[in-house]
């Protein structure tokens, strides 16, 4: 089972570079790829390397209308170098869900790997210049949907890869693969929660004391989905599960996380606190031990639709920044970036719109390396079509000038919303227990490339 790439060249429009206050805020509109690709473009995730090179993951989607996985890598001003998309089958759902980097410069882009009838876990392993050097689409043996989610890497280059495994009846079990720098499988534990049909986690973190954490999310037995947090040791062994939920029957949807330089651990998502179907952005904090909840939600009015979709916790500030996106009273999605305290105070709060457009705009993932701030997302225009949304800031979010090209960039009106959220244990129906894996190693020779990508203006 091979994985092959296509060639994916990016005809784009760059914007002047903005007031002198940033040194460069880049809109990368990816409105003309090859003729194989006339469709969307969407970036989940993105990185910085050391020497400053940004790569996001994501997908693009063909003519024919499906999703191959795509990584795209620029420079530091924000000029596509090379972009492939990742594809094994005829009709994929794929999406590049989260990116990093070991301790050798090394890129791995965890990518679900749709066949036409189930989804698999892949893991591709590149090197700065996005040649592939291995890589392994992982299964289940026994043919259920193996979702992957979130990934982070550990100090001794120890990767951790969390999900879930969906039997196809609506019934979902969180999963977390322990994979070394050579993608040969270490570990892996599947976890069973009694009375909750549907279990995932979305994202992984490793402590300062080496234990992991995962969080996602938990269905109850009243079809209302809580936070799910557990903590494993190093041998995957479960040391402590916990549930979040929100007064009444309602549901909180988590999407990312981070920890701080005290092991203290941010979630962001969205929470439902009414009987209607609106959402406010959310985000929690709990200690490393999983106990002394705060948290806080916002919306932007009372009939929106408000999510958190990336945390980053920067330690030379001490402050927390999440992005997203809120409704605005035209039910227009604008993007949105807040820069918190530790405490979960807001420090600022931004809204970014195109004013030239009456289209969504939303910010999936953030990453901050010394003083540069990269934010990324996808806007809708023309045709209903998404492109890639990419911002690098040089300077912090609450200095910010008015505008930068089409982009009205304002203070935002925000309503801190009164919910209530309570944490407490939760014991699993089967402890962890190894899964029946298929670790199906594909060597480089089987996936190609596409060549670097000249930029045209």
Not at 45 to 68: A, K, L, P, W
Not at 95 to 118: N, P, Q
Not at 432 to 451: E, F, K, Q, R, Y
Request: some cysteine; glycine content about 4%; aromatic content about 12%.
């Amino acid at each position: 089972m091979g994985i092959k790439s296509s060639n994916v060249k990016f005809n784009y429009i760059k914007f002047k570079k903005a007031q002198s206050v940033i040194s460069y805020v880049l809109t990368n509109r990816l409105s003309k790829l090859t003729s194989n690709y006339n469709n969307d473009v969407f970036f989940a995730s993105n990185y910085i390397d050391s020497q400053g090179n940004i790569f996001h993951g994501g997908y693009v989607m063909n003519n024919s209308g499906y999703r191959e996985g795509m990584v795209t890598k620029m420079d530091t001003n924000s000029n596509v170098l090379k972009s492939i998309s990742i594809n094994s089958y005829s009709n994929p759902n794929n999406l590049v869900h989260k990116l990093v980097e070991d301790s050798e410069g090394f890129i791995y882009a965890l990518h679900r790997e749709y066949t036409g009838s189930t989804y698999y876990t892949s893991l591709i392993k590149f090197d700065k210049d996005l040649i592939a050097q291995q890589s392994f689409i992982a299964s289940d043996t026994s043919g259920r949907h193996f979702f992957p989610q979130g990934m982070t890497i550990d100090s001794n280059d120890t990767i951790y890869i969390v999900g879930s495994l969906h039997d196809g009846s609506n019934y979902d079990k969180p999963y977390i693969l322990k994979v070394d720098n050579n993608l040969n499988i270490l570990d892996n534990k599947l976890i069973d929660f009694s009375g909750s049909s549907a279990n995932l986690f979305t994202d992984v973190r490793v402590l300062s004391n080496g234990e992991i954490v995962t969080f996602g999310y938990s269905r109850n037995v009243q079809s209302q989905y809580d936070i799910l947090i557990c903590k494993f040791d190093d041998s995957l062994n479960l040391l402590t599960s916990k549930i979040i939920e929100v007064s009444g029957a309602y549901n909180i949807i988590t999407e990312k996380m981070d920890i701080d330089s005290s092991d203290n651990i941010y979630m962001a998502g969205r929470v439902n606190s009414s009987l209607s179907r609106d959402y406010d952005a959310l985000i929690c904090k709990v200690d490393k031990d999983l106990n002394n909840l705060s948290y806080k939600a916002f919306n932007h009015d009372d009939n929106s639709y408000d999510e958190f979709n990336s945390v980053y916790y920067n330690s030379s500030n001490d402050s927390v920044y999440v992005v997203g996106n809120m409704n605005t009273s035209l039910q227009d999605y604008n993007a949105v970036v807040f820069k918190l305290n530790n405490d979960l105070t807001v420090q600022s709060a931004l809204e970014i719109n195109d004013s030239s457009k009456n289209y969504r705009e939303e910010f999936n993932s953030i990453y901050i390396s010394g003083t540069n701030i990269l934010i990324s997302g996808t806007t809708r225009e023309e045709s209903n079509r998404y492109f890639g949304l990419n911002w690098v800031l040089t300077q912090d979010v609450d200095t910010l000038p008015s505008s930068i090209g089409t982009f009205d960039i304002t203070p935002l009106y925000y309503v801190e919303t009164p919910v209530s959220l309570t944490l407490s244990s939760i014991v699993p129906n089967t402890l962890t227990a190894t899964m029946s894996v298929n670790n199906n190693l594909v060597t480089p020779t089987n996936i190609t490339l596409s060549d670097v990508v000249n930029n045209t203006y």
